[in-house]
């Protein structure tokens, strides 16, 4: 009688998934930029608001400060 034991190997090296395995695979540099970019632009465009926004109130204290002195 013979006996087997089942073994998990692990992967070779060249079979390692992907650290993303829902990504496609060997898309062109410029669809990887336009991709990244769609998802950073509504976060870019609320800091740029939230910079606009933080250099109003500076102004307003800087003017605040001039007629303390």
């Known amino acids: 009688q013979e006996h087997q034991t ?9 079979q390692v998934a ?3 395995p ?3 695979v060997g898309l062109p540099a410029s669809d ?3 991709l990244v970019m769609s998802q ?3 976060m870019l465009e609320g ?3 939230s910079l606009e926004h933080l250099s109003r109130q500076v102004g307003i204290l800087t003017q605040d ?5």
């Open 6 to 14: 089942h073994r998990k190997q692990a992967p070779a090296e060249d």
């Open 32 to 34: 990887v930029t336009a």
């Open 65 to 69: 400060v001039a007629e303390l002195k």
């Open 22 to 24: 829902n990504t496609p």
């Open 40 to 42: 950073l632009q509504p």
């Open 47 to 49: 800091f740029n608001r």
């Open 18 to 20: 992907p650290p993303y």
